[in-house]
């Protein structure tokens, strides 16, 4: 099997528009509900939506790398940052990361991506002093960036990253 990466025209890639038009309409038809329900409701009820979102984001995103995060203690680091009460429990390194990151992506979602964002973004989710990882940077080792199942009986990779060399 052949990765995006992998393919000719990598990484500048096309699209037939006709070919996602229905997806297109039912997508904009939805936000236009979403859109509808979040002019009607307070503000408060709207920040909590926002840390629901972004809470359930961070939780199944975590679950792809076999990280299984506390959702109080991700949600209450999510509260912190929008200034809004949050329950006592104390949140470890990991959910405040996350939920940093989260933030950051929520409140800079129209900005250029940009390699200092990425570098960014990687900072607030590994401690600078985890030794295994190149913190804020790209990695330089030769061993396949990979995602793949955990279970014992079945490995299966689900995205091979490229070659740090092709960076």
Aim: charged content about 30%; overall charge negative; aromatic content about 14%.
């Amino acid at each position: 099997m052949k990765w995006n990466w992998q393919l000719p025209n990598w990484p500048k890639f096309s699209f037939d528009p006709d070919k996602i038009v229905e997806m297109e309409k039912q997508f904009l038809f939805s936000m236009g509900e979403s859109v509808a329900f979040l002019k009607s409701v307070t503000s408060e009820d709207r920040k909590q939506f926002i840390i629901e979102i972004l809470s359930q984001e961070g939780f199944e995103s975590s679950k792809i790398e076999g990280e299984i995060l506390d959702r109080e203690s991700l949600q209450s680091s999510i509260k912190k940052h929008f200034g809004l009460k949050n329950s006592s429990k104390q949140t470890s390194f990991k959910e405040a990361g996350v939920a940093k990151l989260l933030c950051d992506v929520y409140e800079t979602f129209s900005d250029p991506l940009s390699h200092e964002m990425l570098y960014k973004w990687h900072s607030m989710l590994f401690d600078e002093s985890t030794k295994a990882i190149e913190c804020g940077e790209y990695r330089s080792f030769d061993e396949p960036m990979q995602i793949v199942s955990h279970r014992y009986d079945r490995h299966e990779v689900f995205f091979e990253a490229p070659p740090f060399k092709t960076y």
